[in-house]
């Protein structure tokens, strides 16, 4: 079992940034991967960032690219998502995600992933 709690989310303006983080307790991020998501209202969930842990190689959704920057540590067990330049776009849910194994979605791919966080808010206002 891994559990994922998400915190940092709030209302920001219209090109602020923001850290978000997740931490994980009972087993660790280590297996595969830890991944963030996103889900407006009315929209589907949507990729936002990956990263796999035998290599430490980072993807990113073509609609945060450049602007967020994932990052994680195993020893801490935790995981972070640096937002930039945000946008009123960007408001949204954000989960935060572990996968055990890898699996043939790749890890833009929501059924990649075991586990999943509550979720925190974040707004972003014009």
């Known amino acids: 079992q891994v559990q994922l709690v998400e915190s940092g989310g709030r209302l920001v303006q219209d090109g602020d940034s923001l850290r978000l983080s997740c931490a994980a307790s009972g087993r660790t991020f280590s297996t595969y991967s830890a991944g963030w998501f996103r889900q407006a209202p009315g929209k589907e969930r949507e990729f936002v960032a990956a990263?796999?842990?035998?290599?430490?190689?980072?993807y990113y959704g073509d609609s945060v690219k450049g602007r967020f920057t994932m990052s994680g540590d195993n020893g801490k067990k935790t995981v972070y998502l640096q937002m930039n330049r945000l946008k009123p776009d960007d408001t949204a849910v954000y989960y935060c995600a572990a996968a055990l194994i890898p699996r043939p979605y790749g890890l833009g791919s929501r059924s990649s992933y075991d586990y999943w966080g509550l979720g925190t808010q974040v707004t972003v206002s014009s």
């Open positions: 990263i796999r842990w035998s290599d430490g190689r980072i």
